[in-house]
Antibody
Framework: QVQLQESGPGLVKPSDTLSLTCAVS?????????WGWVRQPPGKGLEWIGY???????YYNPSLQSRVTMSVDTSKNQFSLKLSSVTAVDAAVYYC????????????WGQGTLVTVSS | EIVLTQSPGTLSLSPGERATLSCRAS???????LAWYQQKPGQAPRLLIY???SRASGIPDRFSGSGSGTDFTLTISRLEPEDFAVYYC?????????FGGGTKVEIK
């Protein structure tokens, strides 16, 4: 059974780059799936950030596209998120998740990691 | 971009009662690519329903989804204590993927 675990700094300074990694276990990241990120500001709803295929193909939310970069490391069975020029509005719980190739919802999620933006 | 509007914002019910949650899309969701998630405090969302009406693996049959086009419904036939949570709909028919604002089902 696939398990996902986010990791990364819990505190990021304004204007810096947020960097998170999602380690995948019990499942190969090179399978026919897409690996994504979703965030949730405290007390608010869910926002899709984007997803990546093991080959490196990506889809990003247009509202964040200019600041988002995703990458995958098949040797470590993990994928990563970078969000540049962060501000207070980027403070959120960040979840990594998996969806099957094609039109499918996210069916497996990490537990989430809280990122605070403050100097 | 498809915008999803969920109603009501909060539903106050007692255990054993029936819950009916609505999700309305700003334009038709092709092939009913509409999912429902449950989220409890401090936890990640959990997939309940996909394709508007198919239950995900391990989901009890008291959860059911219906609807098509722009109007979708999640029904919980008899609320169990563990069902009090926030529920989100999501369309995955096109980019950007979008979520509704959520409906909180609370104990009356």
């Amino acid at each position: 059974q696939v398990q996902l675990q986010e990791s990364g700094p819990g505190l990021v300074k304004p204007s810096d780059t947020l960097s998170l990694t999602c380690a995948v276990s019990g499942y190969s990241i090179s399978s026919n799936d897409w690996w994504g990120w979703v965030r949730q500001p405290p007390g608010k709803g869910l926002e899709w950030i984007g997803y990546i295929y093991y080959s490196g193909s990506t889809y990003y939310n247009p509202s964040l596209q200019s600041r988002v970069t995703m990458s995958v490391d098949t040797s470590k069975n993990q994928f990563s998120l970078k969000l540049s020029s962060v501000t207070a509005v980027d403070a959120a719980v960040y979840y990594c998740a998996r969806k099957s190739d094609g039109y499918h919802p996210f069916d497996s999620w990490g537990q989430g990691t809280l990122v605070t933006v403050s100097s | 971009e498809i915008v999803l509007t969920q109603s009501p914002g909060t539903l106050s019910l007692s255990p054993g009662e029936r819950a009916t949650l609505s999700c309305r899309a700003s334009q038709s969701v092709s092939s009913n690519y509409l999912a429902w998630y449950q989220q409890k405090p401090g936890q990640a969302p959990r997939l309940l329903i996909y394709g508007a009406s198919s239950r995900a693996s391990g989901i009890p049959d008291r959860f059911s989804g219906s609807g098509s086009g722009t109007d979708f419904t999640l029904t919980i036939s008899r609320l169990e204590p563990e069902d009090f949570a926030v529920y989100y709909c999501q369309q995955y028919a096109g980019s950007p993927l979008g979520f509704g604002g959520g409906t909180k089902v609370e104990i009356k």
